[in-house]
C-alpha cells in the first residue's frame, strides 16, 4: 500500500497530519503535513535524524501528547475509528486492544512498584473482561511468545529485576496481551546492545508475520530499517522527503538526505575510506525555512530550493520524493519522451 496516497481499503489512513507545540516564547512545528495510508500485515518504518518528529509522530497517532501545549491537525482514521475526534473514554478503549506500543525504554513505561505480571493481568483483565485465572494464563502464554524463559517466575519479578533485552521482550508481551491489529514501535532496540538488537528485531517480525499486525517502526539507524521493513518514509524536519518499497528507497534513492543516510553506514568494504557524513545539523523546528529544510545542509542546493517547499514527485512503484532536481528530471524524462513519439 502507498505511503503517500490515500487508499479506500487501507487499515490506517493518515491525511496531512500535523503536530505544533506551542508555549509562550515560541511555537515548534514537529510534524508539517504527513500522508500515509497502511494494509494490515504491512510493516512502516519512520527512518530519520533525532529530532525529525519521528516519535511526535507516533504519539500523534494515538494522542499521547500533551492536550494543553500540543495542536495536532488533520486525520488519523484507524479501521472505522477517527482517532483524532474520538472522547477521552473512547480512546482509552482502543489504547492497547486496538493499538499498542513499545516505548524506546521499557523500564520507563513498566510502573516501577508493581510486579510486571501484574501490570500485563491488569490489561487483560481491563479490556476483554477476562478473570484472573484466564488472564494469568494468557500473560504465560505471551511470554512463551516472546520467548522469555521460566514465565511464572519473571511474572513475579519487578522491572528493574530483569535485564534490558528481557525486559524489553516483557513490554513486547504487554503490547501484544490485547491481540491489537496495530502495533507502535518507537526505537524499542535503540537502548540494547548489538547481539540482543538483532534478537528483538527477528522477534518483532516474526511475531508480525505470525500475528498478521500492522506495524509502524521508527528508528534512525538504516540497517534496523532495511531488516524489518517492507515499506520506508524517510522523515526530515517534520516532513516526509522520501517514502517507497524498501528495496526501491535503498536501491534507487533519490533525495540527498537518503543519500547522505546511506552514505553514512559503516560497512566492511569502507577499509581506508573516510566515512561521509551529512554536513551542518537539522534546522530549528521553531523558523523553519520557506524553502527546503535540508537546503543549508545539501551539496546540491541552488537558488530555486530556497524559492519554496518542494512538492511530492511521484515515481516508479509508489517511490515519491520532495526534490526540486528530482521534479527537473521526470519533467526532462516526459519532455523526452514526448518528443521522441
Given at each position: 500500500?502507498?505511503?503517500?496516497?490515500?487508499s479506500?481499503?487501507?487499515?490506517?489512513?493518515?491525511a496531512?497530519l500535523?503536530?505544533?507545540?506551542?508555549?509562550?516564547?515560541?511555537?515548534?512545528y514537529?510534524?508539517?503535513g504527513?500522508?500515509f495510508?497502511?494494509d494490515?500485515?504491512?510493516?512502516?518504518?519512520?527512518?530519520?535524524?533525532?529530532?525529525?518528529?519521528k516519535s511526535?509522530?507516533?504519539r500523534a497517532?494515538?494522542?499521547l501528547l500533551?492536550?494543553r501545549?500540543?495542536?495536532?491537525g488533520?486525520?488519523?482514521?484507524?479501521?472505522?475509528?477517527?482517532?483524532?475526534?474520538?472522547?477521552?473514554?473512547?480512546l482509552?478503549?482502543?489504547?492497547?486492544?486496538k493499538v499498542?506500543?513499545?516505548?524506546?525504554?521499557?523500564?520507563v513505561?513498566?510502573?516501577?512498584?508493581?510486579?510486571?505480571?501484574q501490570?500485563?493481568?491488569?490489561?487483560?483483565?481491563?479490556h476483554?473482561?477476562?478473570?484472573?485465572?484466564?488472564?494469568?494464563r494468557?500473560?504465560?502464554?505471551?511470554?512463551d511468545?516472546?520467548?522469555?524463559?521460566?514465565p511464572?517466575?519473571?511474572l513475579?519479578?519487578?522491572?528493574?529485576e530483569?535485564?534490558?533485552?528481557?525486559?524489553?521482550?516483557?513490554?513486547?508481551?504487554?503490547?501484544l496481551?490485547?491481540?491489537?491489529t496495530l502495533?507502535?514501535?518507537?526505537e524499542?532496540t535503540?537502548?540494547?546492545?548489538?547481539?540482543?538488537?538483532v534478537?528483538?528485531?527477528l522477534?518483532?517480525?516474526e511475531?508480525q508475520?505470525?500475528?498478521?499486525?500492522?506495524v509502524?517502526?521508527v528508528?534512525?539507524?538504516?540497517?534496523?530499517?532495511?531488516?524489518?521493513a517492507?515499506?520506508?518514509?524517510?522523515?526530515?524536519?517534520g516532513?516526509f522527503?522520501?517514502?517507497?518499497?524498501?528495496?526501491?528507497?535503498?536501491r534507487?534513492?533519490?533525495?540527498?538526505?537518503?543519500?547522505?543516510?546511506?552514505?553514512s553506514i559503516?560497512?566492511?568494504?569502507?577499509?581506508?575510506r573516510?566515512?561521509?557524513?551529512?554536513p551542518?545539523?537539522?534546522p530549528d523546528?521553531?523558523?523553519?525555512?520557506?524553502?527546503?529544510?535540508?537546503?543549508?545542509?545539501c551539496?546540491?542546493?541552488e537558488?530555486?530550493?530556497l524559492?519554496?517547499?518542494?512538492?511530492e514527485?511521484?515515481?516508479?512503484?509508489e517511490h515519491?520524493?520532495?526534490?526540486?532536481?528530482?521534479e527537473?528530471?521526470?519533467?526532462?524524462?516526459?519532455?523526452d519522451?514526448?518528443?521522441?513519439?
Amino acid at each position: 500500500m502507498s505511503v503517500s496516497n490515500a487508499s479506500n481499503d487501507a487499515f490506517v489512513k493518515v491525511a496531512d497530519l500535523t503536530v505544533q507545540f506551542v508555549s509562550r516564547d515560541a511555537t515548534v512545528y514537529a510534524v508539517n503535513g504527513i500522508n500515509f495510508t497502511l494494509d494490515q500485515r504491512e510493516v512502516l518504518v519512520i527512518l530519520g535524524e533525532s529530532g525529525s518528529g519521528k516519535s511526535v509522530t507516533l504519539r500523534a497517532l494515538m494522542r499521547l501528547l500533551p492536550p494543553r501545549t500540543a495542536r495536532i491537525g488533520g486525520r488519523v482514521q484507524v479501521g472505522d475509528a477517527n482517532v483524532l475526534s474520538m472522547s477521552d473514554v473512547e480512546l482509552a478503549e482502543i489504547r492497547g486492544s486496538k493499538v499498542a506500543m513499545i516505548f524506546q525504554e521499557p523500564m520507563v513505561a513498566f510502573d516501577p512498584v508493581y510486579k510486571i505480571g501484574q501490570q500485563i493481568i491488569e490489561t487483560i483483565i481491563r479490556h476483554e473482561s477476562l478473570s484472573m485465572a484466564e488472564a494469568h494464563r494468557r500473560s504465560l502464554e505471551l511470554f512463551d511468545l516472546v520467548q522469555i524463559p521460566s514465565p511464572e517466575q519473571r511474572l513475579k519479578a519487578y522491572p528493574h529485576e530483569l535485564s534490558g533485552g528481557m525486559c524489553q521482550r516483557a513490554m513486547i508481551a504487554l503490547a501484544l496481551s490485547c491481540r491489537p491489529t496495530l502495533l507502535l514501535a518507537d526505537e524499542p532496540t535503540t537502548a540494547l546492545d548489538a547481539t540482543v538488537q538483532v534478537q528483538i528485531l527477528l522477534l518483532l517480525r516474526e511475531l508480525q508475520r505470525e500475528l498478521g499486525m500492522a506495524v509502524i517502526f521508527v528508528t534512525h539507524d538504516v540497517g534496523v530499517a532495511v531488516e524489518i521493513a517492507d515499506r520506508i518514509a524517510v522523515m526530515y524536519a517534520g516532513r516526509f522527503v522520501e517514502t517507497g518499497p524498501v528495496r526501491s528507497v535503498i536501491r534507487d534513492s533519490q533525495h540527498p538526505y537518503t543519500q547522505g543516510l546511506l552514505a553514512s553506514i559503516v560497512d566492511g568494504s569502507m577499509r581506508g575510506r573516510r566515512l561521509e557524513a551529512i554536513p551542518g545539523s537539522p534546522p530549528d523546528l521553531t523558523t523553519l525555512p520557506v524553502g527546503c529544510s535540508f537546503a543549508p545542509r545539501c551539496r546540491y542546493s541552488e537558488d530555486r530550493c530556497l524559492d519554496a517547499t518542494p512538492g511530492e514527485v511521484r515515481l516508479a512503484k509508489e517511490h515519491m520524493a520532495r526534490c526540486v532536481r528530482v521534479e527537473a528530471r521526470r519533467i526532462g524524462a516526459v519532455e523526452d519522451h514526448d518528443s521522441a513519439i
